[in-house]
C-alpha cells in the first residue's frame, strides 16, 4: 500500500502560523497534523506501508523534506518528496507523485483528521471516506444507491441530495487506473474554474464501471483556520486521554501549579504559579509563570508570563505577557 499526500499549499487561512511552517507540519497534541494522518490511515488500513509520498511546493525547503521522509521511516516506509510548482487543482497536484501510483493506493489531503473503526473492502476498485454533515452544501457529497455505492459526486450542492460530505481521504485499489484518468484530465485539458479537478477523474473512472463504495468516519477534525485547529486539539486530546495515551512527560517542572487533564506537557516545560487546562497543549521547552491557560495550543519554546488564556494558538519561540485572551500569535512574536 502507498499513501499520497498532497500539501504544496501554504495554508493562509492559519497565518501567521504557516508563514514559517507548512500547515500540515504544525502540531496537534504534539505530533504534525500529516504525521496524525498516515498513522489514522494505517491504522485503518491494518496492513503494511510500502512508500508514503508528498507533494509540496518546491519553497519548503529541505528541513521540511527531511522531516516528511522522517515521518515516513517512523512507519516502516519510504518517504518521496514531489513538487508541484503551480496550483492548478486537485487533480493536477495528484499527479505530481504520478511515480508513486503502482498497486492500491490512498491519496489524502494534509488537513484533517478523522477517527474510524471500519474495514477496508478489498472488493471496491475505490473507497470515499465520508462523514455525516448538518449543512452539506458547504462540501462536496456523495449519492449511494440501495447496495450503498456510490452512484454521483456532487461539488457544493444548493439543494438537498445528500449529507455525506467528502472529507478529503480515498483509496484506490489500482494506482495505474488513477494515474490514466488524471493524465487524460491534463492531457485534453479539463478543467473548471482554471483547475484540473479529481472529481472528474472520479467521474470518468465510475463511467467505466468501477465500483466506489462509503468509508465512514465516526469523528472528521478540520485543521483550516485558527479557531477549528484549536477545536481539533481539544477533541483530540479528550480522545488520546480516553483511550489511555501518555500525555504529560515525566521531565517537567512545576512549581506551585496544577495541570487539568486532558493535557499534552511535552519534554522541558516548566510552570510556575500557573493552572493548565483542560484541553492545552505545551511544546518542548515552554515555559508559564502566573498563567491560566485552556483550550489553547501552545508549540515549543514560547515564554508566558502573566496571562490568562483561553482559545489561543501560540508559534514557537514566542514571548508574551499581557491581556489578550484569544490570542493567535506566530513564530518568534514578542508582546510584552
Not at 5 to 12: E, I, K, L
Not at 242 to 267: M, Q, Y
Request: hydrophobic share 40%; with cysteine; charged share 20%.
Amino acid at each position: 500500500m502507498k499513501i499520497i499526500v498532497p500539501m504544496a499549499g501554504r495554508g493562509s487561512r492559519l497565518r501567521p502560523h504557516t508563514l514559517t511552517v507548512p500547515k500540515p507540519l504544525i502540531p496537534i497534541a504534539g505530533k504534525p497534523i500529516v504525521h496524525r494522518l498516515v498513522e489514522d490511515i494505517a491504522g485503518v488500513l491494518n496492513q503494511p506501508i510500502e512508500e508514503i509520498a508528498f507533494i509540496i511546493h518546491p519553497d519548503f525547503g529541505k528541513k521540511v523534506e527531511d522531516d516528511l521522509v522522517a515521518i515516513a521511516a517512523k512507519l516502516g516506509a519510504k518517504g518521496s518528496i514531489c513538487y508541484q510548482h503551480e496550483a492548478l487543482g486537485t487533480a493536477h497536484a495528484i499527479l505530481c507523485a504520478k511515480e508513486s501510483m503502482s498497486g492500491p493506493v490512498v491519496v489524502a489531503y494534509a488537513d484533517t483528521l478523522f477517527r474510524a473503526d471500519f474495514s477496508l473492502d478489498a472488493t471496491a476498485d475505490a473507497v470515499i471516506w465520508v462523514q455525516q454533515v448538518a449543512d452539506p452544501s458547504a462540501f462536496g457529497v456523495v449519492q449511494l444507491n440501495e447496495s450503498g455505492q456510490i452512484t454521483d459526486f456532487v461539488e457544493k450542492p444548493k439543494d438537498f441530495i445528500s449529507d455525506l460530505a467528502i472529507i478529503g481521504i480515498y483509496y484506490f485499489k489500482s494506482g495505474e487506473s488513477l494515474r490514466e484518468e488524471l493524465q487524460f484530465l491534463l492531457d485534453n485539458n479539463v478543467v473548471k474554474g482554471g483547475e484540473y479537478q479529481l472529481t472528474d477523474a472520479l467521474e470518468n473512472m465510475k463511467l467505466k464501471g468501477m465500483k466506489f463504495v462509503p468509508g465512514q468516519v465516526d469523528e472528521w477534525m478540520d485543521c483550516g483556520n485558527k479557531a477549528v485547529t484549536v477545536e481539533t486539539n481539544s477533541r483530540l486530546l479528550q480522545f488520546l486521554h480516553a483511550d489511555g495515551k501518555p500525555l504529560v512527560s515525566d521531565r517537567i517542572r512545576i512549581e506551585n501549579s496544577t495541570i487539568i487533564p486532558p493535557c499534552f506537557i511535552a519534554d522541558d516545560v516548566v510552570l510556575i504559579n500557573s493552572t493548565v487546562g483542560p484541553n492545552v497543549s505545551l511544546g518542548t521547552g515552554t515555559h508559564l509563570t502566573n498563567v491560566t491557560i485552556t483550550n489553547s495550543l501552545v508549540q515549543t519554546h514560547a515564554h508566558l508570563l502573566n496571562a490568562q488564556l483561553e482559545g489561543a494558538m501560540i508559534g514557537n519561540h514566542v514571548n508574551y505577557r499581557g491581556d489578550f485572551t484569544s490570542v493567535s500569535l506566530g513564530d518568534y512574536t514578542t508582546i510584552d
